[in-house]
């Protein structure tokens, strides 16, 4: 088992930043953030592989968004820049300890969840 803990959220004016932080329990393979807006389906924002440190980015947060990680504290990063109102939702990271076949911008990628964290962001 793998215990995630996201934080960081809150209210910002558009083109202000925010940093998530996401402290897992244990090493991942991967780990990644999602984000719900309300009525809408969860959406991928970002992944990072802990082993080469690639990161791939959904197209709607590409240059605004950027991850990273901290091997030796098991934490990955979201920082997040130029925000927009449609950028508001709650964000979630996910982990996973193994490999998967499925994309990672699906949600069936993931093993493990944090509880998510509110960014509203107004215009």
């Known amino acids: 088992q793998v215990q995630l803990a996201d934080s960081g959220g809150g209210s910002v004016q558009a083109g202000g930043s925010l940093r998530l932080s996401c402290a897992a329990s244990?090493?991942?393979?991967?780990t990644g953030w999602f984000r719900q807006a309300p009525g809408k389906e969860r959406e991928a924002v970002a992944v990072?592989?802990?082993?080469?440190?690639?990161?791939y980015y959904d197209v709607s947060v590409k240059g605004r968004f950027t991850i990273s990680r901290d091997n030796a504290n098991n934490t990955v990063f979201l920082q997040m820049d130029s925000l927009k109102p449609e950028d508001t939702a709650m964000y979630f990271c996910?982990?996973?300890?193994?490999?998967?076949?499925?994309?990672?911008?699906?949600?069936?990628?993931?093993?493990?969840w944090g509880q998510g964290t509110q960014v509203t962001v107004s215009s």
């Open positions: 996910a982990a996973a300890r193994e490999s998967s076949r499925r994309s990672w911008m699906t949600v069936g990628a993931y093993e493990y």
């Open positions: 244990a090493p991942t393979y991967k």
């Open positions: 990072i592989y802990t082993n080469g440190g690639s990161a």
